[in-house]
């Protein structure tokens, strides 16, 4: 059974940092991806950032471009969402999935689109304050 479990999130000035942390469990296939997608209350889910299990290659939405970097350390199978120059849009829950079908959900995300992946995560809260 595939477990995601988030952390890191917090409150945070606009301008400063987070990294928020995606340690994963319980995934047996070789070829995945792991994303991040953010909600804020009243607003659609959306995605933030992707990256693949073989190459590491990863995808961002525009909206983070630049300013998040996504990183994956395998021997901790851990996930990190690096996040600078943080804003008050940013504010939202961030959660983390897993998918097999891993060009697909990457590359939905650098639509800054949803997806309905296999796993999800509980989610981290990110405050963003002004």
């Known amino acids: 059974q595939v477990r995601l479990v988030e952390s890191g999130g917090g409150l945070v000035q606009s301008g400063g940092s987070l990294r928020l942390s995606c340690a994963i469990s319980g995934i047996t296939s070789s070829y995945y991806a792991i994303a991040w997608f953010r909600q804020a209350p009243g607003k659609k889910r959306e995605g933030v950032s992707c990256i693949k299990s073989e190459g590491d290659e990863t995808f961002y939405a525009g909206s983070v471009k630049g300013r998040f970097t996504i990183s994956r350390d395998s021997a901790k199978n851990t996930v990190y969402l690096q996040m600078n120059s943080l804003q008050s849009q940013d504010t939202a829950k961030y959660l983390c999935?897993?998918?097999?079908?891993?060009?697909?959900?990457?590359?939905?995300?650098?639509?800054?689109?949803?997806?309905?992946?296999?796993?999800w995560g509980q989610g981290t809260q990110v405050t963003v304050s002004s």
């Open positions: 999935a897993s998918d097999t079908s891993a060009q697909q959900m990457c590359l939905t995300i650098t639509y800054g689109r949803s997806y309905e992946a296999d796993n």
